[in-house]
């Protein structure tokens, strides 16, 4: 059973930078693709980011293209993401995501889901 484990979250200003961490236990981390996805209050869970099995392939919502970047430590069973100049409309629960796939790019696509860790943005 895989488990994933986020870190990282916190309050910022807008313009800010976070990074967070997804620990994955169980399973071979190293053959599944990987992603993050949030949810803000009232709004269904969107994707964010993913990146393929080998680090090779990465993909982003619009939203975040050119300000987050994604990225995993297959030695050390992390992935993390990257998040540059925030915006208030980045608030929400981000989750970490794993796939028994070694490339998935949707919601559909992801196996296995971590608890999530709260980002806020104040303006």
């Known amino acids: 059973q895989v488990q994933l484990v986020e870190s990282g979250g916190g309050l910022v200003q807008a313009g800010g930078s976070l990074r967070l961490s997804c620990a994955a236990s169980g399973g071979t981390f190293g053959r599944r693709a990987m992603g993050w996805f949030r949810q803000a209050p009232g709004k269904e869970r969107e994707f964010v980011a993913v990146i393929s099995w080998s680090g090779g392939s990465t993909y982003y919502a619009t939203s975040v293209k050119g300000r987050f970047s994604i990225s995993r430590d297959n030695a050390q069973n992390t992935v993390y993401l990257l998040m540059n100049n925030l915006k208030p409309e980045d608030t929400a629960v981000y989750y970490c995501?794993?796939?028994?796939?070694?490339?998935?790019?949707?919601?559909?696509?992801?196996?296995?889901w971590g608890k999530g860790t709260l980002v806020t943005v104040s303006s």
């Open positions: 995501a794993a796939s028994d796939r070694l490339i998935a790019t949707s919601r559909d696509g992801m196996d296995y």
